[in-house]
């Protein structure tokens, strides 16, 4: 087994687990990051709606608002900075019902008190113009700082500028006790021991698990299932806004937002859950946001769904976000409660715990030689015919178009692949690059990106998993070499 | 940036792009070219190693390579200029083809018509609404057939099919021959949805369980399937959860239908069918797009690639009678007659009728009725009756012909098929 010595482990490779490693790889400080699963990003942070949020009607003076109103104007240097897609596309809530219409005026007045000053109220002509799908409103706010962004890429690119800047990722690493020796914590995974003086805890819907082995016993999370359908980027729908829904006091409801890659997502559910693997989708979800999204715009056809996920949010309980030190064990810092707001507050919430880092005695020396930026993958698709025959000319590769309906080629799978921390599996593969998120969701470039796996990790291609170890595509060869016709 | 100028270029080397090329250089077209994505032509036969190809239009009967093979080498004999590894990434109104290769770049291809033959695709999980987890060993039934035929790979050994189209279960005989245990093939209608030869000889002769009226309601495991609930389907289509029952298994295959591949002819503006899902024609194979023509399954789904030939051979001369200008028909839009599926009609191909109608015309029509002695009719208000015949036995997912003589372009503009249980015969 193998142990590994580190100034700060950070437990999960989430948004706010990679937030926080980027946030420490400005200084001259040993950094690792260990995640159960097989890649970055990989839980919550993977699935859900893709929202970077204003805080507009987040519930005022609480730690949540908080960090989510002061983390969205961030998003624009970050996502220059590394390259990740963003669109301040503005969002649309929508009243269809009387009893909407009048809700209008608290929401308002809510989003004043969380210091969204730019809300505007839209009457239902306006609101018409400017999406001219919403037949049913009778009114509506327009928010124009609620954005969307790609939500594994804002993960992958945090953890490769991170990488860049010297900070070491172990996935498939599970932690499984920690204990405290002097100064220092020892932690057992299942890929080895390791020894830190810090640990900050951003393990999401497992924090209360590793809270627990340091003694940490108050809270419990509790998984909040969200379903959604992804929608064609071919469906008529024409819609560039975030569209939401008047919230019930029993929920948020059903919303419809454009992805930026040109989908559009719908979802997405509520749904207590027990088990913090229940990833499934069911019937009645499926059929509960269709209804939800027809409420919203009419003529919403579901025959443009391409696909389905569900992702959990990990709801805490107590609830509320938290970020904690703790006397009784110095040097261990939690974030917990970061629920589907998380992606939005991850940035400041990083800043947090930098503070709570720094005020349990770690020394931040700048390190003169930090890259601030992370070039992306050059994605064929984007590009004009003569920027994409040059890149044919430099690289072959780029000739061969491996994902049909997202138009991926070799070279972008190839970098996927070979960039820190890189794609190990099919997953890995889609959401870095997009091959088999489209329309035919695999059913071409599903056979093809298996064999550039192997090729490129030297496995023989019946270990080639979809995510990790358990989940190999191919059950072996038809014939084992040798074996008579 | 390579450029080639032609005079057709084809679109897709499979069967129906093979037999538009060889058809339009019989027809004169000199320069014809063919663009295919896969670094050998033949398509999707290339995997179809099973036999049953070729009875009607070659009187043998091949295997899918063997078939592909024979208009392969026609084709080359012929001078048919062929791209392999190209994929065709752009189409416009005005006939240019932007395609990539590794070897060649990109390519700009200007031809005088166009020949669509993209074929069509599997429809997936997420477009069938499935619920449960996503674990691996979820795949689409001619992805798992390339795995086996062309990579040497098992998919899985304990097999569920949801579907039985054709390949559905084609694919059920394939892996129980393979050595593994097919454990159902579950089919949401009451008949099965491919050809009645393959129940016979994939589902009966290999005693593969099947269950009609059955979907699946759940795929169970974490990282790799460990099994999925069906349950019985009721008169109105909707599930009974409550009488599931779980079968264990580490693999599901879909065959729950097919679409034609349209992405480049809604680019260049093709006027599509919403029953076929294909381009909309007329007699000459001329989608609304001039000098953009269509063949194979990219017009929509036939049960026979024999089928795909002769009308592929047929597409491929009008576009070089096209492209030479002489003798060509309009586009589908100039059309003098539109022709409507009727009562008990899902879809009909071709669309359209233009005013220069040869002798006869062949219509490939899908039932939405199922059912023994039926009867097939096309009338017009102005001159009633077209065209009768009788049909001993009509199920949907086989394909209904009609040939119609003396249609005449004068008369009616719209002509409606129907098949009903007499349509007022005695």
């Known amino acids: 087994m193998a142990r590994y010595d580190t100034e700060v482990l950070v437990v999960g490779a989430g948004a706010v687990g990679v937030a926080v490693a980027r946030e420490l790889c400005r200084f001259r400080t040993r950094v690792l990051v260990a995640d159960r699963l097989n890649d970055v990003g990989g839980d919550a942070?993977?699935?859900?709606?893709?929202?970077?949020?204003?805080?507009?009607?987040?519930?005022?003076?609480?730690?949540?608002?908080?960090?989510?109103?002061?983390?969205?104007?961030?998003?624009?240097?970050?996502?220059?900075?590394?390259?990740?897609?963003?669109?301040?596309?503005g969002a649309i809530l929508v009243a269809t019902t009387e009893e909407e219409e009048e809700a209008l005026p608290r929401i308002m007045q809510r989003a004043e008190q969380n210091q969204v000053f730019d809300v505007e109220y839209l009457t239902a002509q306006r609101a018409r113009r400017l999406e001219p799908a919403l037949t049913s409103a009778r009114a509506g706010l327009l928010v124009p700082g609620e954005?969307?962004?790609?939500?594994?890429?804002?993960?992958?690119?945090?953890?490769?500028?991170?990488?860049?800047?010297?900070?070491?990722?172990?996935?498939?690493?599970?932690?499984?006790?920690?204990?405290?020796?002097?100064?220092?914590?020892?932690?057992?995974?299942?890929?080895?021991?390791?020894?830190?003086?810090?640990?900050?805890?951003?393990?999401?819907?497992?924090?209360?698990?590793?809270?627990?082995?340091?003694?940490?016993?108050?809270?419990?999370?509790?998984?909040?299932?969200?379903?959604?359908?992804?929608?064609?980027r071919s469906a008529p729908l024409g819609i560039r806004h975030i569209i939401l829904p008047v919230p019930t006091k029993l929920t948020k409801g059903t919303l419809l937002t454009p992805t930026v890659h040109g989908n559009w997502l719908i979802g997405p559910t509520a749904e207590e859950m027990e088990d913090r693997c229940a990833h499934e989708?069911?019937?009645?979800?499926?059929?509960?946001?269709?209804?939800?999204?027809?409420?919203?715009?009419?003529?919403?056809?579901?025959?443009?769904?391409?696909?389905?996920?569900?992702?959990?949010?990990?709801?805490?309980?107590?609830?509320?976000?938290?970020?904690?030190?703790?006397?009784?064990?110095?040097?261990?810092?939690?974030?917990?409660?970061?629920?589907?707001?998380?992606?939005?507050?991850s940035p400041v919430v990083a800043r947090r715990a930098l503070a709570m880092l720094r005020a349990a005695g770690l020394e931040t020396q700048p390190d003169e030689d930090f890259v601030a930026t992370r070039t992306g993958i050059p994605a064929f698709r984007d590009l004009d015919d003569v920027e994409r025959a040059a890149l044919i000319e430099r690289d072959q590769r780029y000739g061969r178009i491996v994902c049909r309906c997202e138009t991926v080629t070799e070279a972008?799978?190839?970098?996927?692949?070979?960039?820190?921390?890189?794609?190990?599996?099919?997953?890995?593969?889609?959401?870095?690059?997009?091959?088999?998120?489209?329309?035919?969701?695999?059913?071409?470039?599903?056979?093809?990106?298996?064999?550039?796996?192997s090729e490129l990790l030297g496995v023989p291609l019946e270990r080639v998993t979809r995510n990790g170890l358990g989940s190999e595509l191919l059950a072996g060869p038809t014939r084992a070499p040798g074996d008579s016709p | 940036?390579?450029?080639?100028?032609?005079?057709?270029?084809?679109?897709?080397?499979?069967?129906?792009?093979?037999?538009?090329?060889?058809?339009?250089?019989?027809?004169?077209?000199?320069?014809?070219?063919?663009?295919?994505?896969?670094?050998?032509?033949?398509?999707?036969?290339?995997?179809?190693?099973?036999?049953?190809?070729?009875?009607?239009?070659?009187?043998?009967?091949?295997?899918?390579?063997?078939?592909?093979?024979?208009?392969?080498?026609?084709?080359?004999?012929?001078?048919?200029?062929?791209?392999?590894?190209?994929?065709?990434?752009?189409?416009?109104?005005?006939?240019?083809?932007?395609?990539?290769?590794?070897?060649?770049?990109?390519?700009?291809?200007?031809?005088?018509?166009?020949?669509?033959?993209?074929?069509?695709?599997?429809?997936?999980?997420?477009?069938?609404?499935?619920?449960?987890?996503?674990?691996?060993?979820?795949?689409?039934?001619g992805a798992a057939q390339r795995f086996i035929n062309i990579d040497g790979y098992l998919p899985g050994r304990r097999i569920v099919v949801l579907g039985s189209g054709d390949i559905g279960m084609i694919m059920a005989r394939r892996l129980h021959l393979e050595g593994c245990i097919v454990e159902a093939v579950v089919e949401y209608r009451g008949t099965v949805g491919g050809l009645t030869r393959n129940l016979v000889q994939c589902i009966r002769d290999f005693d593969i369980p099947l269950y009609l009226r059955h979907t699946v309601t759940a795929i169970r495991g974490t990282r790799r399937v460990t099994g999925v609930d069906i349950s019985p389907v009721d008169e109105g289509g909707a599930p009974d959860a409550s009488r599931s029952q779980t079968l264990a298994c580490d693999t599901l295959l879909l065959s729950v239908g097919l679409i034609p591949e349209n992405e480049l002819s809604k680019q260049a503006g093709v006027q599509l069918d919403e029953g076929t899902g294909g381009?909309?024609?007329?007699?000459?194979?001329?989608?609304?797009?001039?000098?953009?023509?269509?063949?194979?399954?990219?017009?929509?789904?036939?049960?026979?690639?024999?089928?795909?030939?002769?009308?592929?051979?047929?597409?491929?001369?009008?576009?070089?009678?096209?492209?030479?200008?002489?003798?060509?028909?309009g586009p589908s839009t100039d059309a003098a007659a539109r022709i409507v599926p009727g009562a008990g009609v899902r879809s009909v191909v071709p669309q359209r009728l233009s005013a220069h109608l040869p002798d006869t015309v062949e219509f490939h029509l899908r039932a939405s009725t199922e059912g023994r002695r039926r009867t097939l009719e096309l009338t017009g208000r102005q001159r009633g009756t077209?065209?009768?015949?009788?049909?001993?036995?009509?199920?949907?997912?086989?394909?209904?012909?009609?040939?119609?003589?003396?249609?005449?372009a004068s008369g009616d503009d719209e002509l409606t098929f129907r098949i009903g249980e007499n349509c007022g015969e005695p």
């Open chain 1, 45 to 89: 942070s993977k699935s859900n709606s893709a929202i970077v949020h204003t805080g507009f009607d987040a519930e005022p003076r609480t730690l949540e608002s908080e960090t989510v109103v002061h983390a969205n104007p961030l998003f624009d240097r970050l996502c220059r900075d590394l390259e990740i897609p963003f669109i301040r596309c």
């Open chain 1, 147 to 232: 954005s969307i962004v790609d939500p594994f890429l804002l993960v992958v690119a945090q953890a490769e500028n991170a990488a860049q800047n010297g900070v070491e990722f172990l996935t498939s690493c599970e932690i499984e006790r920690i204990e405290r020796s002097a100064q220092t914590f020892v932690v057992s995974s299942t890929l080895g021991e390791i020894r830190a003086r810090f640990v900050v805890n951003a393990a999401g819907l497992r924090g209360d698990v590793v809270s627990h082995m340091v003694g940490i016993e108050d809270f419990t999370v509790h998984p909040r299932r969200g379903q959604f359908h992804v929608i064609d």
């Open chain 1, 281 to 345: 989708t069911t019937a009645d979800g499926m059929e509960e946001i269709v209804r939800g999204a027809g409420r919203l715009v009419p003529g919403f056809d579901p025959r443009h769904v391409i696909t389905q996920y569900a992702g959990l949010r990990a709801v805490r309980t107590p609830g509320g976000y938290h970020l904690r030190s703790f006397a009784r064990v110095p040097g261990f810092i939690e974030l917990s409660g970061i629920r589907s707001t998380g992606i939005t507050a």
């Open chain 1, 412 to 453: 972008e799978i190839v970098q996927a692949v070979q960039r820190t921390p890189g794609a190990r599996d099919m997953d890995g593969v889609k959401r870095r690059v997009r091959a088999g998120l489209g329309r035919c969701q695999g059913g071409f470039c599903g056979s093809r990106v298996p064999r550039i796996l």
């Open chain 2, 1 to 141: 940036m390579n450029r080639v100028a032609c005079d057709v270029a084809v679109v897709g080397g499979g069967p129906g792009g093979l037999a538009a090329a060889i058809g339009a250089r019989e027809t004169g077209a000199r320069r014809v070219v063919v663009i295919e994505r896969d670094g050998h032509l033949g398509g999707i036969l290339q995997q179809c190693i099973h036999n049953g190809f070729g009875l009607s239009i070659l009187e043998k009967d091949l295997t899918g390579p063997e078939y592909a093979h024979h208009y392969v080498s026609e084709a080359l004999e012929r001078g048919v200029r062929c791209f392999t590894n190209a994929m065709a990434i752009g189409l416009s109104p005005d006939r240019r083809i932007t395609a990539v290769s590794p070897e060649a770049g990109l390519i700009t291809i200007e031809a005088r018509a166009v020949v669509l033959a993209m074929g069509c695709r599997e429809r997936t999980r997420g477009a069938v609404w499935l619920p449960g987890t996503r674990p691996a060993g979820i795949m689409t039934a």
């Open chain 2, 279 to 329: 381009p909309i024609v007329n007699e000459s194979f001329h989608t609304s797009v001039p000098g953009v023509f269509a063949a194979g399954n990219v017009l929509h789904v036939y049960d026979l690639v024999d089928d795909v030939t002769r009308c592929a051979l047929a597409a491929g001369t009008s576009a070089a009678r096209f492209a030479a200008d002489y003798e060509a028909t």
């Open chain 2, 386 to 408: 077209v065209y009768r015949r009788r049909c001993p036995v009509v199920r949907a997912s086989e394909m209904v012909r009609a040939t119609v003589r003396g249609i005449g």
